[in-house]
């Protein structure tokens, strides 16, 4: 807010002047000339006599682009935010973009312009202007399809997994479970058709990792026709949910098969198929990948119609390949900056219940929360103010929570981080892509709630921007998800409105139904959070074998505390009630 005076000013050329003084996360993202601020009795600006801020894509003086790259660019955002037009500086976070997003926004670069866009780089250029003056002085990333003649091996990625998973007894920890609905006209022919076409194209569901005097070894299948033979639940239709959750629960041997099918017949019309795979070949969002393969390929099969897959310019394993031949080369800086980022921290070492033991186990408590109606408002309404998103939030509110328990203001917190956005052509290829980032959140001082957001976000970006680096060599170590820095974490799921599909009304109609999940962590103590239409569902997870269920519970009371007084931007930490 500012006072009206006889010289024009523009919005942009007060955003140019703050940004001299200011941290870019920190400059308003909209002006509101006013005649004169009323002050209360108490001689304080009355922030109810204000007039509500127009935020929108119109906040910003509009340029149109100038070259080819910035008119693609401007239209790839406009696509990826929803909105009917975006010029060249306007700011993406500004317009309501978030990690999510970015990450499709270089999906459909690396896609339909063929430019590889790191999703770091989006946080550190959010304009097009930027965007597109850094693009045009980035190297090419590409990956090919290698020769078998000289050997495969495995990612980093897998091999820390691996690692992980042989340090503890056998357990379901790691499985990915979906039961799949076709209801209507069926083909079990054409369903056998389709999941063999996808076990042959996506290699990495024909990994195998035998164990030889307790070392792991990389063995890639052949492919063969899938075979299902049907359970009857005509009389017990109920029982489809008890079959799903005993699948989840059921251990995928490793030295075997890394994806198994169970099939049900329901009645004439409705037949179920559920899916189980392992973390190490499979992540979440290459299962989503799988699906939609399937729902292609399964439409196309009962049509009586060819693939409609294009063949893929490379496999999983191509991809291992180039990520250590990469990390010898060009990844070496980034290598760097991310060890960087991190000298001098040291773990969080919360107050705990029980002796931490040499292993965490996956057992876990959980204390869940809704954020909903005036409480997310506040906090979405924090958010535009600081140009930030409720990821940074919620870091610097679990910054907040350890300093009080432990009076540390220095707070390493663990995020996921998807390496598929930085590299053209891995949003066709199933595999394990996830990376966990370290955000290093500074709480020191007594800063505003505006500079403590800021700090944040920085973090956050700083962390995603090295997210092509594994965390094993980041943080040196075989066991990276049993990092002391790696001990609380954070795993925040924004919301993005599904993208429409052009074949989807020639397509059947296959429904995913989600299975039960049993309490577990990987990490000694986990902040989920996720972003539904209306509200934000959250759920605090401690590890059973340091933590009391009533502790959990206490945890998620704090968090949702802190969480609740971080109101406004001017407030200072000492001064927040929670």
């Known amino acids: 807010y500012l006072i009206r005076c006889d010289a024009p000013v523009t919005d942009a050329e007060l955003r140019t002047h703050l940004s001299l003084s200011l ?11 006013v005649d004169a601020f009323r002050l209360t009795s108490n ?10 801020p127009e935020i929108g894509p119109h906040t910003q003086d509009y340029v149109a682009p100038r070259t080819e790259l910035e008119a693609a660019l401007t239209g790839l955002f406009a696509r990826v935010l929803g909105i009917e037009r975006v010029g060249i500086n306007d700011n993406f976070f500004e317009l309501g973009g978030h990690s999510l997003l970015a990450a499709r926004l270089a999906n459909l670069s690396n896609r339909e312009l063929s430019l590889s866009i790191p999703l770091g780089l989006v946080f550190q250029s959010p304009t097009v202007a930027q965007l597109a003056q850094q693009l045009g002085s980035s190297p090419t990333v590409s990956i090919e399809r290698r020769s078998r003649e000289q050997g495969v091996r495995m990612s980093i990625g897998q091999e820390a997994l691996l690692a992980w998973e042989d340090a503890r007894e056998p357990n379901a920890m790691l499985n ?11 083909s079990q022919r054409a369903l056998e058709q389709a999941l063999s076409e996808i076990l042959r194209r996506q290699e990495s569901f024909r990994l195998r990792f ?6 792991r070894s990389l063995a890639i299948d052949p492919p063969e026709p899938v075979t299902l033979v049907a359970t009857d639940l005509s009389a017990v239709p109920a029982a489809l949910q008890r079959f799903a959750v005993e699948e989840r629960a059921a251990p995928i041997g490793i030295d075997g098969r890394m994806v198994r099918f169970r099939f049900f017949r329901i009645a004439t019309e409705d037949h179920a198929l559920i899916l189980t795979t392992h973390q190490v070949v499979c992540g979440f969002s290459s299962l989503g990948l799988a699906i939609g393969e399937l729902r292609a390929l399964y439409g196309a099969f009962s049509r009586g119609e060819p693939s409609p897959l294009s063949e893929l310019p490379f496999r999983y394993l191509d991809f291992a390949e180039w990520e250590r031949t990469w990390l010898e080369g060009p990844g070496i800086d980034l290598l760097k900056r991310a060890r960087a980022q991190l000298e001098g921290a040291a773990p969080v070492e919360l107050p705990l219940d029980h002796p931490r033991p040499a292993v965490i186990l996956p057992s876990a408590f959980t204390s869940e929360f809704v954020l909903e109606g005036a409480a997310l408002d506040t906090l979405l309404g924090l958010c535009r103010e600081t140009g930030c998103t409720p990821f940074a939030v919620f870091l610097a509110a679990i910054g907040i929570f350890v300093r009080k328990r432990t009076g540390t203001s220095d707070v390493v917190i663990g995020a996921p981080a998807n390496m598929r956005s930085d590299v053209p052509g891995l949003d066709a290829i199933v595999g394990r892509f996830l990376n966990l980032v370290a955000c290093r959140v500074n709480v020191a001082g007594d800063p505003t709630v505006g500079e403590l957001l800021a700090r944040a976000h920085k973090a956050g970006s700083d962390a995603i921007a090295t997210q092509l680096v594994p965390a094993s060599l980041v943080l040196d170590t075989d066991h990276p998800l049993d990092s002391p820095m790696l001990r609380v974490l954070l795993n925040y799921v924004p919301r993005v409105a599904a993208s429409p599909s052009p074949a989807s009304a020639a397509s059947p109609k296959i429904e ?12 000694e103590l986990v902040f989920n959070a996720w972003s539904g239409a209306t509200k934000i569902y959250c759920a605090v997870r401690g590890a059973s074998c340091v933590y009391d269920a009533s502790t959990v519970d ?9 969480i609740l007084a971080l109101r406004e931007r001017g407030v200072r930490l000492t001064q927040l009630s929670a």
């Open 23 to 33: 941290p870019e996360y920190m400059v308003p993202s909209a002006f509101v000339a």
């Open 43 to 52: 001689g304080k600006i009355d922030r109810r006599a204000l007039p509500d």
């Open 176 to 186: 990915l479970t979906v039961t799949l609905r076709f209801r209507g006209a069926f």
């Open 210 to 215: 035998p164990r030889k005097d307790g070392v």
């Open 512 to 523: 995913v139904e989600p299975v039960s999940e049993p309490s577990l962590v990987r990490n």
């Open 554 to 562: 206490r945890i998620a009371s704090d968090f949702r505390a802190i």
